[in-house]
C-alpha cells in the first residue's frame, strides 16, 4: 500500500536535490511522477524547483489551501477551489516545501495514498527559524507513515544542525513572522549549541 513519507532537514541539507534525484530516477524508467510546490514559495520563479547545487526542474502543480484533487473522473465540484485531476498512471508524487502547505492540504494529499494507492513524498524544513513547528509540519508528523530526517551539519561546528538561524543584516535574528521569505535574509543551519549560543546573546 502507498505510503505518505516526511522527509525533512534544515536549510542546506539538500532536501531538494534528494527529491530531484527521485523524480529523476522515475522519468528515467518512463514512470510518471507529479512534481508539486507551494505556490507561497516563489523565490526561484513561479514554477521552479530549484535545489541549492544548483539543480531544477519545473512543478507540475502549484499547490494552495484551496487545492482539491479528483480521480476515478470524479469531479468534487467545489465551487472556487482548484481542482487538479491525479491520473491513475502517476506512480509518485513529490512535494517541495512542504512545510509552506496547509493542514487542510497535507491532509488531502494523504487521502490520495489511501484512495488512489500513490505513494506522497514530502520534503521539506520541521521547525521556523525560532525552532517552532509549520502548521504544515505538524499535520504531516500526524499523517506520515515514514518519518525521515535528511541530515547535515552545522554552519558554526560540525555537530549535527537541527535549527534554521535566520540572519538579517548578518546578524542571527528571531524575531518575525514564522513564514518570511524576504530576499535579504538567508538561513544557516545550526546545532542546538550554537543555536541557544545566539540566542542568549541576541538577548542581552
Ligand atoms: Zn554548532
Do not use: W
Request: charged share 25%.
Amino acid at each position: 500500500m502507498a505510503k505518505l513519507y516526511y522527509r525533512y532537514g534544515t536549510v542546506g541539507s539538500a532536501k531538494t536535490l534528494n527529491l530531484l534525484a527521485v523524480a529523476h530516477n522515475y522519468k528515467q524508467q518512463d514512470k510518471r511522477v507529479l512534481i508539486m510546490k507551494p505556490r507561497l514559495d516563489t523565490r526561484f520563479g513561479y514554477k521552479t524547483v530549484r535545489s541549492r547545487a544548483g539543480l531544477n526542474m519545473e512543478a507540475d502543480v502549484l499547490l494552495t489551501e484551496n487545492t482539491v484533487f479528483s480521480f476515478d473522473g470524479q469531479s468534487r465540484e467545489n465551487s472556487g477551489a482548484n481542482e487538479i485531476f491525479i491520473d491513475k498512471d502517476i506512480t509518485c508524487i513529490v512535494v517541495d516545501e512542504a512545510q509552506f502547505l496547509s493542514a487542510a492540504t497535507v491532509s488531502r494529499l494523504y487521502e490520495l495514498t489511501i484512495y488512489c494507492n500513490i505513494p506522497v513524498l514530502l520534503y521539506g524544513l520541521k521547525t521556523d527559524f525560532k525552532g517552532h513547528l509549520f502548521p504544515g509540519s505538524t499535520r504531516i508528523l500526524e499523517l506520515a507513515d515514514s518519518v525521515e530526517e535528511i541530515k547535515t551539519t552545522c554552519f558554526y561546528c560540525n555537530k549535527k544542525a537541527i535549527f534554521n538561524l535566520k540572519l538579517l543584516d548578518g546578524k542571527p535574528c528571531f524575531k518575525g513572522k514564522t513564514v518570511d521569505l524576504g530576499a535579504d535574509e538567508k538561513y544557516r543551519p545550526a546545532c542546538k549549541f550554537c543555536f541557544e549560543k545566539f540566542k542568549k546573546a541576541a538577548l542581552h
